[in-house]
């Protein structure tokens, strides 16, 4: 006769069980999220240019959107280092000669730039990077993205949004010109370039940065990975 009586015990203490685990994790999500006031973006700044200044490696990936007439890319992905000597490797999409390559191979190394961009596997060598495009440039101390956080004007924290699932501070601005070309002569600034980046809080670790030298033609570098073990070395044959 006690069964019935038993059940709906047991029952109503399952479904009370159920609603605290559901309620505390509905907590525990939503305090993830930082809803604290935004930092002082030219202090966050100074913080990301010196992390970054001292990086050694980084993982990056590049996109263009629009045109800039002097940097024929469409997208890049490679590794970056400064140890045990400047360095990147990776896959660039670019537009040469009138003809679009797709996935070509490339690998800087003793300020070289060699790609197999004609023959898959096969690597050229195509002389000082810095005549074509200088990715390894971007992770330079003097004259790479940490030169661009300490070139910064204007600076406003406008929010936080997610980069790779990682929360950083988005904060608008503006960059020098001459910080712009140090970083790609290609760019080929004539003044004030308006810059978004987002660097994360707790660090001041640099997540994203994006340039856009004229209206609608856009540089985005995403990064990760920073200070991860990264080996170049000189192809083969060339």
Known sequence: MQTRPRLAVLLSLFTALMTAL?????????ETKNDGPLPDAATLLKQSAETTKAA???????????EIKRLPIT???GDLTNVPAVGASGKVSLTAAGQKLD???????????????????TFSDYGPASDI????AILSPDKGLANILANFSDAKAEGRESINGVEAVKITGKVTDTAVNAIAPQIEAAGPVPAVVWIKEDGGQLLQAQLE?????????????WDKPVTVTKPEGV
Do not use: I
Request: hydrophobic share 35%; glycine share 8%.
């Open 56 to 66: 050694k490696s980084v993982h990056l990936v590049l996109t263009v959107t629009g």
């Open 103 to 121: 996935d070509v191979s490339f690998v800087v190394t003793d300020g070289n730039l060699y790609a197999d961009a004609f023959s898959p596997g």
């Open 133 to 136: 495009y200088d990715v390894s």
């Open 22 to 30: 559901v309620l505390t994790s509905g907590c525990s999500s939503s």
């Open 213 to 225: 030298p004229t209206p609608g033609n856009v540089v985005k570098m995403t990064l990760s990975d």
């Open 75 to 77: 997208n890049l992905t």
